[in-house]
């Protein structure tokens, strides 16, 4: 079945650091590819998506590329800040359905 | 406008029981799904719901089940409860069975 890895965490990194947090997947077909960020107590929002092989899908300074040949979909940012602390979940779901696979999420601490 | 509600924030229950959860969508949302995320891991889904019928069954036992009401409200019950129960249950929400679902705080269940 589909599913989604990310790398291990913690990842703790200091103020304007370089992120990446690398994550791979298993599926059929086309699936379109998300990244979540949840904050401590909150529910999940979503970061940004790509629905399709070379999509760039970027938002607050966060990106991803859509990598088809490598099944990879990692997040970068070029400098983060201490706000940017959360638990971050790289997501699948299948084309034609809505059903959201999960990687394990990636626990980033930013330090000032 | 609000987002997705959910109810109650915190809950626990005894080994054995029962437990309903419930979800309010964003107004003018059709389709609910429910999730289950065990401390540490990546969110597990369980249910879709869209104009009130089951869309989507995740690898849940029986004792888990769901239902949407006319207003697009949705509650999920547990029966039977056991120790590994215990997780935060997130509920989506979205226009239809194929937008963006925008999730909500969660209800965090404890069983003791």
């Known amino acids: 079945g589909d599913s989604v890895t990310q790398m291990e965490g913690p990842v703790t990194l200091s103020e304007e650091a370089f992120l990446t947090i690398n994550c791979t997947y298993t599926a059929t077909g086309y699936p379109s590819l998300f990244w979540y960020v949840q904050y401590p107590g909150e529910g999940l929002q979503l970061l940004l998506k790509a629905t399709k092989a070379d999509d760039k899908g970027s938002n607050k300074g966060f990106e991803a590329t859509y990598r088809k040949e490598t099944t990879s979909f990692h997040l970068e940012k070029g400098s983060v800040q201490v706000s940017d602390s959360a638990v971050y979940f790289c997501?699948?779901?299948?084309?034609?359905?809505?059903?959201?696979?999960f990687g394990q999420g990636t626990r980033l601490t930013i330090n000032p | 406008d609000a987002g997705v509600t959910q109810s109650p924030t915190h809950l626990i229950k005894t080994r054995g029981q029962h437990v309903t959860l419930r979800c309010s969508p964003i107004s003018g949302h059709k389709s609910v799904s429910w999730y289950q995320q065990v401390l540490g891991q990546g969110p597990q889904f369980i249910f879709q719901y869209y104009e009130k019928e089951e869309r989507g069954r995740g690898n849940f036992p029986d004792r888990f089940s769901a239902r949407q009401f006319p207003n697009y409200s949705s509650e999920l019950n547990v029966n039977a409860l056991l120790l590994g129960d215990s997780a935060l249950y997130l509920c989506?929400?979205?226009?239809?069975?194929?937008?963006?679902?925008?999730f909500g705080p969660g209800t965090r269940l404890t069983v003791l």
């Open positions: 989506a929400s979205s226009l239809d069975d194929k937008y963006e679902q925008f």
């Open positions: 997501a699948l779901s299948a084309r034609g359905a809505q059903k959201l696979v």
